[in-house]
């Protein structure tokens, strides 16, 4: 640990970035990455790519050769799979998550999470992601990045106000004390491609110390490339994967938390699956296909029910 972090406070951070299929992208990230003013921080990469080019290896191999920069190559393990195998490979007392299509705003990006740290209280920062914006600002730092009566997140992160009321945060441009995550267990691998990360918040709720907490910053910000092709292509994802993703959250995430819950209101939880999976998919399609999205998920709902009753799991895309 240098003298300045230790004058301030400040924890070592280990930087770490999900990788696949975007070896290119990884690496312009990786270099803004070894840019960041702060004094004591490592880069692990958990590289997922399969069947690598040439121009990609040539590209890896460089990157593997810069300081402070340490490559792990893996088969596709998927989104929970490779947050939770990065763990071992860190040596910081923060770990800071970012994905390969995200970037950091500032050059202080790192630093701006760790100074959260200097209050003990404080065991995971969320940051900011520009483009967003917010329609009733009021509202959404009263439901930012919460849970609801069904334990369904609320993402409602487009305000620019500091919030230490979250309960979850995204998967990138989000960090944690290492013993929170030792604490909680880390990220179930039931093979979601979205919401993989709420496995954690859960268990985290029940063993977190007493008047610690979770902060949104908006100043730590990361712009989030939404053009940029490869990797899990959660965004436009065909209408069967979002809803499958919405049944694995609550068949085999919130139904293992919370039993009574889920058997209590599980005509609900069909419903909302179905209501968020359209909610989902029009992101990416104009407001006239919604009746047309309604037919398609009620039409995919038995199908769904039947993978997740058979224990699927979902896979990258190749």
């Not at 301030?8 to 696949?20: A, D, E, I, T």
């Not at 100043?219 to 939404?226: H, V």
């Not at 009620?298 to 769904?304: E, F, P, Q, V």
């Amino acid at each position: 640990m240098t003298d300045e972090v230790a004058a301030q406070g400040l924890p070592k951070v280990s930087v770490v970035v999900r990788s696949y299929k975007r070896v290119l992208e990884m690496a312009k990230l990786v270099r803004l990455l070894r840019a960041q003013e702060y004094p004591n921080f490592e880069i692990v990469v958990m590289e997922q790519t399969p069947n690598i080019g040439s121009q990609e290896a040539e590209e890896l191999e460089r990157i593997k050769a810069l300081p402070n920069v340490f490559i792990h190559t893996y088969p596709p393990l998927g989104c929970a799979g490779a947050r939770s195998a990065s763990i071992k490979h860190t040596t910081g007392e923060v770990l800071l998550f970012i994905d390969d299509d995200d970037l950091p705003v500032h050059g202080d990006w790192v630093r701006r999470h760790a100074v959260n740290y200097q209050d003990p209280r404080c065991i995971g920062v969320s940051g900011g992601e520009t483009g967003r914006s917010s329609g009733n600002p009021e509202r959404d730092r009263r439901l930012c990045l919460t849970y609801d009566f069904f334990k369904l997140p609320r993402q409602r992160n487009g305000h620019g106000t500091r919030v230490t009321t979250i309960q979850w945060m995204p998967g990138s441009n989000c960090s944690l004390r290492r013993s929170v995550v030792d604490a909680a267990g880390g990220w179930d691998e039931v093979g979601l491609l979205n919401h993989e990360e709420h496995s954690f918040y859960y268990r985290l709720a029940k063993v977190r110390p007493g008047g610690s907490y979770l902060v949104f910053d908006p100043e730590a910000l990361a712009q989030r490339r939404f053009d940029v092709g490869g990797g899990a292509a959660v965004r436009g994802a065909p209408v069967l994967q979002t809803l499958l993703d919405e049944l694995r959250l609550s068949h085999l995430i919130i139904r293992r938390q919370f039993p009574v819950r889920f058997a209590l209101f599980y005509p609900f939880y069909l419903w909302l699956a179905c209501k968020r999976t359209v909610s989902f998919s029009l992101r990416t399609r104009p407001r006239s296909q919604t009746w047309a999205l309604i037919v398609e998920v009620l039409a995919n709902l038995r199908a769904g029910l039947a993978e997740v009753r058979r224990g699927s799991r979902a896979y990258l895309p190749k």
